[in-house]
Every structure is written in structure tokens, then in C-alpha cells.
């Protein structure tokens, strides 16, 4: 064979090279007897969307997806919100020491008075109208009706812009009020109905806030009310609650609550505040005369 090759190729070496490539043909025949490696392996090796059988019928994999998981990343700010290590900002505190966040009073539409409201006839008394002095019984049926009533409330709320309506603004003499902190109708989940309420404690200090009235179209003024309230009352459907109310909501209740009692906003103004008002209650006056006859 050395000669044949010598002779074809008329190089010595070519033969030297040959004979080192063969050298590798038993180590490679040897090598795959301790590995034999089988076509149904190299084809599962080629894909990996195919599983074997066995693993088909395993019924732990029963009823299980076997597609790889797709794991949803957060956004930055949630993620940076979530992390344990992340240290929040707290929110500024008023000099009671109180979060300023619960307390500051979100922007509202200028209250109006809107006139007939469909679907009720009631109407909203203006100042100064003698039911809204009046004193007010206590709510002692909770049937439909008082449920019709309490939506009709709503209704004229929301067409005023409002944020609360008292039923004695309403000409209806009854310890009977409504609330939504939020002012929209789309925001019907954070609508409140309070029967017979009583403020049972309410904070230390006060905090001034600007406040207008269904009552009292075209103005607002300054008035000084308790940062928080502790209240008792009973639902729409004559169940007891007792609540805590903060900020924009506890200046809410209060301003409803005196409505109950036949205290008008106004009452609670300061000397000064009450002079800067006062053309404005006699534009009211004038309008509706000393009785406040509608």
C-alpha cells in the first residue's frame, strides 16, 4: 500500500499523513461501542418541542402546561415600589402631626342649583328659607321608599356639582343625609347615606377650609371645622355603624350634620368672614324676602 502511494502520488510523505488519518479510525470505532448514540436520541436532541413518551404518560405532567412559563415584569415604578429595600416619601404632616394628604380638600366644580332635576320633583331651598331652620324628626322607616328617596338625593346632588345634601335642604325635616367625597356620579361606590347621625367624639383641633352650600348658590367661605369625627349612625337599611371620618370627609359629615340640627354654615363664620359675605345674603334675601318664601 506504502508503494502504491509512493508511486500515484510520486511523494513519500503523502503516505506518512495518510497513515496518521487512519490512526484515528479505531479510536473512533471504539469510542462509540462504550457510547452508542441512537437516531430516536438524535432526533430528541435536534428539537426540544417533542417529549418522549414516557414522560407523555407520566401522570404527574397531567394537566400541566408544557410550554415554557411567560413571566410578566413589573413597570420601574412598581417594581421600585414593591422592593422591600425602597424607602417611600411620607407625605407632609400639618402641625397637628396628621398626614396633609388625608387632608386636603381635592378640586370641585362650583356648586349651582340646578332646578328641576328629572326624574324628582323636590327641589333645593335656598336661604332664606324657613325648613332649613326647622327642627328635624328622626328616620324611623326604612323601607322602599326611604331608598327612593335617598336616590332622588343623589340625583339633585350630582346635578349641583355637589359633594353632600341634607334632606332638610330638600324641605324634607328628616335626620337624613347623603355624601360622596368623590362629587361624581361614575364614583357611586364611595356614595354614603346616613340616618340619625350623632357625633359621639371629634378631634382637638381645628383646620380652616373654604366651603360653599346648595343653600347658598354663588359664594363660599372660610370655615374652621375638627380635623377628624367619630361618628354613629345607621345605613339606608337600618343597620348601626360607627365610623371615623378624616379630613375632606369629616368636613363633609359636619357641614351636613348641621343642616340636621338647623345650623347653616354660615352661622360658623368668623366676624370678619361674615362681613365679606354678608351682600351676598342679602342678594338671597332680596330674591326670596324675609320669610325666604320660594
Known amino acids: 500500500f506504502f508503494l502504491l502511494t ?12 495518510l497513515l496518521i488519518l487512519l490512526s484515528f479510525v479505531p479510536c473512533a470505532w471504539t469510542f462509540s461501542l462504550y457510547h452508542p448514540v441512537s437516531m430516536v436520541d438524535a432526533r430528541a436532541s435536534a428539537t426540544s418541542v417533542a417529549l ?10 397531567m ?7 411567560k413571566f410578566k415584569t413589573k413597570p420601574k415604578a412598581a417594581v421600585e415600589e414593591s422592593s422591600p429595600g425602597a424607602v417611600a416619601e411620607a407625605p407632609p404632616l400639618n402641625v397637628a402631626g396628621e398626614s396633609a394628604a388625608s387632608h386636603s380638600t381635592p378640586p370641585v366644580e362650583e356648586e349651582i342649583n340646578p332646578g328641576a332635576v328629572e326624574g324628582t320633583d323636590l327641589r333645593i331651598l335656598e336661604y332664606p328659607h324657613p325648613l332649613l331652620r326647622a327642627p328635624n324628626s328622626e328616620v324611623v322607616s326604612f323601607d322602599d ?16 356639582r355637589g359633594v353632600g345634601l341634607a334632606a332638610p335642604q330638600l324641605g324634607i325635616n328628616k335626620r337624613l343625609m347623603v355624601f360622596n367625597p368623590e362629587g361624581k356620579k361614575e364614583k357611586w361606590m364611595s356614595e354614603v347615606v346616613l340616618c340619625n347621625p350623632r357625633i359621639v367624639e371629634r378631634g382637638a383641633g381645628k383646620e380652616t377650609d373654604e366651603e360653599g352650600c346648595l343653600s347658598f348658590p354663588g359664594f363660599t367661605a372660610d370655615v374652621d371645622r375638627a380635623g377628624w369625627i367619630q361618628v354613629e349612625f345607621q345605613t339606608g337599611r337600618g343597620k348601626a355603624m360607627r365610623k371615623r371620618f378624616d379630613g375632606w370627609e369629616a368636613r363633609i359629615f359636619q357641614h ?6 338647623g345650623v347653616l354654615y354660615v352661622d360658623r363664620l368668623t366676624t370678619a368672614e361674615k362681613a365679606r359675605i354678608q351682600p351676598e345674603l ?5 330674591a326670596h324676602g324675609p320669610g325666604g318664601a320660594l
Open 63 to 69: 394537566g400541566r402546561s408544557r410550554a415554557p412559563k
Open 6 to 17: 509512493t508511486r500515484s502520488t510520486g511523494n513519500p510523505f503523502q503516505m506518512h499523513r
Open 282 to 286: 342679602d342678594r338671597l334675601v332680596a
Open 256 to 261: 351636613e350634620y348641621d343642616h340636621l340640627d
Open 52 to 61: 418522549p413518551r414516557a414522560a407523555a404518560r407520566d401522570p404527574r405532567m
Open 145 to 160: 321608599s326611604l331608598r327612593k328617596l335617598t336616590r332622588e338625593m343623589f340625583a339633585i346632588m350630582y346635578a349641583s
